[in-house]
């Protein structure tokens, strides 16, 4: 009996040493096959030169969205179709013009840009004194009497002592998204908010921003000051409280149009009915051409398929792809999916979501419970050969967070994000601000942690 104790023990070791080799194989195939053999760049060099920038409900973006399919089809998939959805349609128009007056006839040009979702000045523009604030609470304690006919300046920095530059850019995004709303309530004829980026310089960086429930008639226009640039007017202010700015936009807000969620698929062959699930946003902005923001991560996500429909295997589990629409400004394809999701009970057992550029990968975030991610964090070593192994319960992305309730684990590919704000919403997002490695070492990142989830399971 005891030497058929040692005999089973002896080959138990053996096994799962062996099947340990398998799987380090397997990861090494997957990078391989990435940084040697890949398509991501080429892809994106495509995507982002070819067809650019891609506001929701724009030709750009149907121009995506066609290629995006046509490519998919060409893979060894089992199925690629198209989710319609309703997505707003905003429309910068010919771009915007400020300048800082600080005497009659004698102005400085300033760099702006209209925050996506803002109404137009006037056909002559506003000029108007300037009132400077930090804080949204700010607006209540100067009341009415200091506001009204003015333009309000929001002027607060990301907090540069954050090394998490995402939990910066939330502690201060508020004064973008709700600006306007607020400073409207107390009569200001516009708003101008710094740029979200750390970097100094002459880029103003859009992103969206909302009236919530204030009238049409009673809305502002709101742009974005590059940082030199708010540095200066908070500057002049503070020699001269009176001097006025000028701002001219012309964008314009329409009816909502259709869009599309660009979904594919290889069937799982054990338990097809489940699904792990990859992502990222097919629309940008249209200051730059989206690279980073989320170029990288379409065509990483593409290039997670391509890399799974590669092996030598058929997976468990379904994997399926989600390239969502209007994550920018509505984050109307997620909802469309997310309620198609919850209407057929489809059960998910990760969704992972690329958003945070197409930077070096250093692990991933992850929204789960205890048990789900003490087992993923057991995986953790698969990662340490390649230098990527933070693994942190810190949310996912916004696309796969509505997903919460119907999938086991939500998770987003953290990245090294340092760069990221001074590229985002900005002209800056370009291809060449893309380093090929980083963003192919990003897919393999994300199809070794499709692969295990597969292969490995979660309980």
């Known amino acids: 009996m005891k030497k058929l104790w040692f005999i089973f023990f002896f080959t138990s070791i053996f096994l799962n040493a062996q099947n340990e080799d398998n799987i380090n194989t397997q990861i090494s195939k997957i990078y391989r096959k990435a940084l040697i053999e890949g398509k991501s760049y080429d892809w994106l060099d495509h995507l982002t030169n070819q067809i650019g920038g891609r506001l929701s409900g724009s030709l750009n973006m149907e121009s995506a969205i066609k290629w995006a399919k046509e490519e998919l089809d060409g893979l060894p998939l089992d199925s690629v179709w198209l989710q319609a959805v309703m997505v707003p349609k905003w429309v910068r128009g010919t771009f915007e013009y400020a300048n800082i007056e600080s005497s009659p006839g004698n102005t400085i040009n300033v760099n702006i840009c209209a925050l996506g979702g ?7 523009g506003i000029r108007a004194n300037v009132v400077e604030v930090k804080h949204l ?9 200091k506001i009204k006919g003015k333009i309000v300046f929001f002027n607060r920095s ?12 939330s502690a201060a995004v508020d004064q973008r998204y709700s600006g306007a709303a607020e400073a409207a309530k107390y009569g200001a004829l516009a708003v101008i908010v710094r740029s979200m980026n750390f970097r100094l310089d002459d880029h103003p960086h859009t992103g969206v921003m909302s009236y919530g429930d204030l009238p049409t008639k009673k809305r502002i226009p709101a742009a974005a000051i590059s940082t030199n640039d708010a540095d200066l007017l908070s500057s002049m202010i503070a020699l001269n409280p009176k001097l006025r700015f000028f701002i ?27 699904i792990i699930l990859v992502g990222a946003h097919l629309d940008s902005w249209d200051l730059g051409d989206g690279a980073h923001d989320d170029g990288a991560g379409v ?14 295997f058929r997976p468990k589990n379904t994997i399926r792809l989600v390239l969502f629409a209007n994550e920018e400004n509505g984050l109307k394809g997620a909802k469309t999916y997310s309620k198609n999701v919850k209407k057929n009970n489809d059960e998910h057992l990760l969704a992972l979501e690329s958003d945070a550029g197409g930077f070096t990968p250093r692990g991933f975030n992850f929204d789960t419970e205890d048990h789900y991610f003490n087992k993923i964090l057991s995986w953790r070593p698969y990662f340490v050969p390649y230098y990527i192994h933070l693994f942190e319960r810190n949310g996912s992305g916004a696309d796969v967070s509505l997903l919460k309730g119907n999938a086991k684990v939500l998770a987003g590919l953290k990245t090294d994000s340092q760069r990221y704000f001074i590229h985002h919403h900005s002209e800056m997002d370009t291809f060449d601000q893309i380093n090929k490695r980083e963003l192919e070492l990003g897919a393999a990142t994300m199809a070794t942690l499709v692969y295990l989830t597969d292969q490995l399971g979660l309980e």
Do not use: H, W
Request: aromatic share 6%; with cysteine; proline share 4%.
């Open 118 to 124: 803002s109404i137009a000045t006037p056909s002559i």
């Open 137 to 145: 609470d700010e607006l209540a304690k100067l009341g009415k009497e």
């Open 299 to 312: 065509v990483q996500s593409m290039e997670v398929m391509r890399l799974i429909s590669l092996k030598d």
């Open 158 to 169: 990301m907090q540069a002592d954050l090394i998490n530059t995402f939990k910066a850019y």
């Open 248 to 274: 001219k936009q012309n964008c314009k807000n329409y009816p909502e149009v259709k869009s599309y969620n660009v979904i594919a698929q290889i069937n799982g062959e054990e338990t097809p009915n489940k």
